[in-house]
Structures are given as C-alpha cells and as structure tokens.
C-alpha cells in the first residue's frame, strides 16, 4: 500500500538542515530547532512523523557531550530521506502543475 | 514547568515518552534565555500526548455505562447479552488502545460485579432468582476478569500483528 502525504515547509526545512549536517553524522533537537526556527512544540511532533515514514533514524547518544548532563536523542537522515529530499529538490525546480502533484510524496512503497 | 512535565514522562505513550525526554535533555545545552520558551513547547506536547488516552477513559466509562445497563435489564437474555458484550468491547477497545489493554480488562471485567455489589449494598435485591443475593456471592463474579482479559489481550494482540511493518 502506497500512502501519500504532503510534507509540509517547516518539515522539508527540517529535511534540509538534516542533509546539510549529514558529512557530519548526527545531529541533536536544539540544533535542528536553531537552524529551522522551528519551536520544540513542533519540531519534536515533526521528527516523530519522518521517523515512522522511515525519512529519519535516531538514537540516543552513547555517553553524554560533557559530564553531568543527560544523553541526548540525535538524529539523522536515512536513503529514504534523501531520496524524498532529491525528488523535493528536482521538483522544486520544474514548471508548476509538475511541482503540486509531486509535492505529495510516495511514502510508503516504491 | 519543568517539573511538571517530568512528572507526566510515565504517564505519556511511548513514543510521545520518547520525544519529550529527548526534549527535555536538551535543555542543558540551550542558553538560559531561551530554555523558558524551549519548555512552553515541551509544554504543548504534554496534553497533546494525554488527549487521546483520556479520550479512551471516556469511552471506556460508556462502555461500562452500556454494560451496567444491558445487565440491569430484566431481560431472560440479560445475562447472555451481557456476556457477549463484555467479550466484544473488551476485544475491541484492547485493540482500540493496546497499551492500556489491561486498564480495559480491570474495568470492564469488574464493572457487573461492583454493580450488583454496589446495589445489594443498596439493599436493592436482584429479581432474578439464580443471582447472587449476598455481596460475597456476588463478588464471585470478579471472575468476569478473567474472559475480559483475555479479550482484550486478544485485541491488543490482533492490533499489534495487523500494525506491525512488514519485514
């Protein structure tokens, strides 16, 4: 079963951030939150919808960033999330009907 | 604020648990002049999150309601009807919300018999005749538990293997 949902442009923004920080391996909420402003009352909601649609993996750190402090949750992008990313760019640049129907992003199968 | 919303982690869905612990251990690494409005959106999550469980409480004291009230009838088929009730909604409101399947089996499997005990306490007597006349016999049918549970594991069970993604 294909599903499709529109992603919406705080959600391909927070795709972006992510692909910009890929070289770098993971990155954490705060980061995610500063380089988008998008607020945490939004962002996590968000970050949970790409994980179940298998566009973001995330774990949470080994051993916190310095002593004292708790773990934090990181993320990154997946295949699928790239791909969806590069389809959201190609059709970013196309003529406009071309652009609305592709909006819409196979999710859930090939 | 901070407090509070640590206070609710346990009570959230798993993966609501999830984001907002990992909300919250974040807040170490933003400025102080920002954690304030980091926790407001923390905030929001909260009650967006216990929504739907109190959603499920709601409908589960109706169903109970409905129960209460197939039992109460003076029906010859009250019993049977009551019973196939109890295995239905317990089945369906399992699968409805497999986590608080157990909350699902406690209710309705003890809601028929803390009616009857609650109106024999009452001093209302039963006019069927088989019913149980004293609270202890009446407390026998705390045994309703065990078809409920099983129900509603049941459903929490289809629920989990119908939701699982294949592979």
Sequence with gaps: VTRRRALSPTTIRVLEHLAGVESEGWTHGYAISRATGTPSGSLYPILGRLERQGLLTSKWQDAPSSPGTPPRHLYQLTDDGRRTLAELRTTASAPRPARVRAARLSTGGA | ?167
């Design chain 2, 1 to 167: 604020m901070e407090r509070w919303i640590r206070w609710s982690v346990p009570l959230l869905p798993r993966a609501s648990r999830t984001w907002v612990r990992a909300s919250l251990a974040e807040l170490p690494s933003i400025p102080p002049d920002e954690r304030d409005a980091w926790l407001r959106g923390v905030n929001r999550l909260v009650p967006r999150a216990l929504a739907m469980d109190v959603l499920f409480v709601a409908v589960l004291a109706l169903v109970a309601a409905v129960l209460v009230l197939a039992d109460l009838s003076t029906s010859e088929m009250a019993n049977q009807v009551a019973m196939l009730l109890l295995l239905v909604f317990a089945a369906a409101l399992g699968a409805l919300r497999p986590r608080l399947a157990w909350l699902t089996a406690l209710v309705i499997g003890s809601v028929i018999a803390v009616e009857r005990i609650v109106g024999l306490l009452q001093g209302h007597m039963p006019s069927e005749p088989h019913a149980p006349h004293t609270v202890a016999a009446a407390a026998t049918l705390f045994v309703l538990l065990v078809p409920a549970s099983l129900a509603a594991l049941l459903g929490a069970a289809g629920r989990r293997l119908v939701s699982r993604p294949p592979g």
